[in-house]
């Protein structure tokens, strides 16, 4: 049934795409992009959600991710992307008392399409989204669409992006509660509505900003249903209890200096509030440097600051008369440190040639290796390899 349900949402796209094909002059084919994106995560900490904030929070995740760019002709394309996660979780096997190995194992696999059409007389274009994924205890569906116009000199570009997210959750509860009436949960479904709107400035020959306002806005389930929480001289747990609808807005501003001709710095600030009482504030900065022609170096560092949720307790913490609580410490208060460095190969003809048929030459275009770690306050540590293959067929 999700299959059908997203050929329904990709065939009005591809219907648009071939009929604006069949009807636009020839021209000479433009090269298919195809960036497949391979990464590792790993990490491990002492205050697992699904165990009341106590417990190993130890994981691993594989993805591949395919992402696929088609040109129909010189003012509209085919945008694709696909992947599959698979991950070893250790805490989400605490749910019942069968562990079923050192971790569960699960997986999610995603497609999302989207169609760009541009108007490059008016300086106007839009594009149309789709897409959805689907997890052992999860399906998510996707609709969108955006626009964007540029200026007369080309200097100011303004983007606005709306995304509706559809949620269906299998309901799963911890073991020792099941069939006691604590296994309740107001509603399965969530709808998130992910609004964007970008302001693009180059200021000089060196130097561009861009204003980024994301708010959002969710309701429905927004508490996980086998996230355990634990009150003082109460034997049994509840299960995570949060309010139906939060609101999000985060605004930011990114800087890019061109220092010199092989040096670029890229930084980027963010305040971030929501109706749980999260506050937060980011600071990142990236220094590309290149090292002769289609090489690049770049290290990164980001800080990261956060008050918690007003409904966050650790273990034990919460009162019985609580409305709302929940011990997951990703809305805690914390502060976590992301660093690492990248490295970039991208030749001006490329890292290598191959022969696709007797009239067509496929070409090796880039790789991007990028290693980064992760630290929080609160103990959690993690470690991320990213490889980026991109070819030109």
Same mark, same amino acid.
């Given at each position: 049934?999700?299959?059908l349900?997203?050929?329904?949402?990709? =065939?009005?796209?591809?219907?648009?795409?071939?009929?604006?094909?069949?009807?636009? *002059? &020839?021209?000479?084919?433009? &090269? +298919?992009?195809?960036?497949?994106?391979?990464?590792?995560?790993? %990490?491990?900490?002492?205050?697992?959600?699904?165990?009341?904030?106590?417990?190993?929070?130890?994981?691993?995740?594989r993805?591949m991710?395919?992402?696929?760019?088609?040109p129909?002709?010189?003012?509209?394309?085919?945008?694709?992307?696909?992947?599959?996660?698979?991950?070893?979780?250790?805490?989400?096997?605490?749910? @019942?008392?069968?562990?079923?190995?050192?971790?569960?194992?699960?997986?999610?696999?995603?497609?999302?399409?989207?169609?760009?059409?541009?108007?490059?007389?008016?300086?106007? !274009?839009?594009?149309?989204?789709?897409?959805?994924?689907?997890?052992?205890?999860?399906?998510?569906?996707?609709?969108? !669409?955006?626009?964007?116009?540029?200026?007369? @000199?080309?200097?100011?570009?303004?983007?606005?992006?709306?995304?509706?997210?559809?949620?269906?959750w299998?309901l799963?509860?911890p #073991? #020792?509660?099941?069939?006691?009436?604590?296994?309740?949960?107001?509603?399965?479904?969530?709808?998130?509505?992910?609004?964007? $709107?970008?302001?693009?400035?180059?200021?000089?020959?060196?130097?561009?900003?861009?204003?980024? $306002?994301?708010?959002?806005?969710?309701?429905?389930?927004?508490?996980?249903?086998?996230?355990?929480?634990?009150?003082? @001289?109460? #034997?049994?747990? %509840?299960?995570?209890?949060? &309010?139906?609808?939060r +609101?999000?807005?985060?605004?930011?501003?990114?800087?890019?200096?061109?220092?010199?001709?092989?040096?670029?710095?890229?930084?980027?600030?963010?305040?971030?509030?929501?109706?749980?009482?999260?506050?937060?504030?980011?600071?990142?900065?990236?220094?590309? =440097?290149? $090292?002769?022609?289609?090489?690049?170096l770049?290290?990164?560092?980001?800080?990261h600051?956060?008050?918690?949720?007003?409904?966050?307790?650790p273990?034990?913490?919460h =009162?019985?008369?609580?409305?709302?609580?929940?011990?997951?410490?990703?809305?805690?208060?914390?502060?976590?440190?992301?660093?690492?460095?990248?490295?970039?190969?991208e *030749?001006?003809?490329?890292?290598?040639?191959?022969? =696709?048929?007797?009239?067509r030459?496929?070409?090796?275009?880039?790789?991007?290796f990028?290693?980064?770690?992760?630290?929080?306050?609160?103990?959690?540590?993690? $470690?991320?390899?990213?490889?980026?293959?991109?070819?030109?067929?």
């Amino acid at each position: 049934m999700p299959q059908l349900f997203l050929i329904l949402i990709f =065939l009005p796209f591809i219907s648009w795409a071939q009929l604006a094909d069949s009807l636009a *002059p &020839p021209s000479p084919p433009q &090269p +298919v992009d195809v960036n497949f994106l391979f990464n590792y995560y790993e %990490q491990d900490g002492e205050h697992a959600a699904v165990t009341g904030g106590i417990g190993t929070q130890e994981l691993t995740d594989r993805s591949m991710i395919i992402v696929v760019h088609v040109p129909l002709d010189s003012t509209q394309s085919l945008d694709v992307r696909g992947g599959l996660n698979t991950y070893t979780s250790a805490s989400t096997d605490r749910i @019942d008392s069968r562990l079923s190995s050192a971790s569960r194992k699960d997986s999610r696999g995603r497609v999302y399409l989207q169609y760009n059409r541009d108007w490059p007389k008016k300086r106007q !274009g839009f594009h149309l989204f789709g897409g959805g994924s689907i997890e052992s205890d999860y399906l998510s569906t996707a609709l969108g !669409g955006g626009w964007a116009w540029t200026s007369r @000199d080309q200097n100011r570009t303004f983007d606005a992006e709306l995304k509706l997210y559809l949620d269906t959750w299998i309901l799963i509860f911890p #073991e #020792e509660i099941r069939g006691t009436g604590l296994d309740v949960a107001p509603t399965n479904r969530r709808r998130s509505f992910n609004f964007s $709107f970008t302001l693009t400035q180059v200021i000089n020959k060196r130097l561009q900003a861009a204003f980024l $306002f994301e708010p959002s806005f969710q309701q429905g389930m927004l508490a996980t249903p086998f996230h355990r929480v634990y009150f003082p @001289d109460v #034997e049994l747990p %509840q299960v995570e209890k949060l &309010p139906t609808a939060r +609101v999000k807005l985060p605004l930011g501003v990114r800087l890019n200096a061109f220092l010199k001709d092989f040096w670029v710095l890229r930084a980027y600030g963010r305040l971030y509030w929501d109706s749980f009482g999260v506050w937060a504030q980011t600071i990142s900065v990236e220094s590309p =440097l290149k $090292f002769g022609v289609g090489v690049s170096l770049y290290p990164f560092y980001r800080l990261h600051h956060q008050r918690g949720s007003r409904y966050f307790q650790p273990y034990e913490g919460h =009162l019985l008369n609580a409305s709302f609580f929940t011990s997951d410490y990703d809305l805690s208060s914390f502060t976590s440190h992301k660093y690492g460095v990248g490295l970039h190969l991208e *030749p001006l003809f490329g890292l290598t040639r191959f022969k =696709l048929s007797s009239d067509r030459i496929g070409l090796f275009k880039s790789v991007d290796f990028r290693y980064t770690r992760y630290q929080r306050s609160d103990g959690l540590k993690a $470690f991320i390899l990213g490889l980026d293959l991109g070819f030109s067929f």
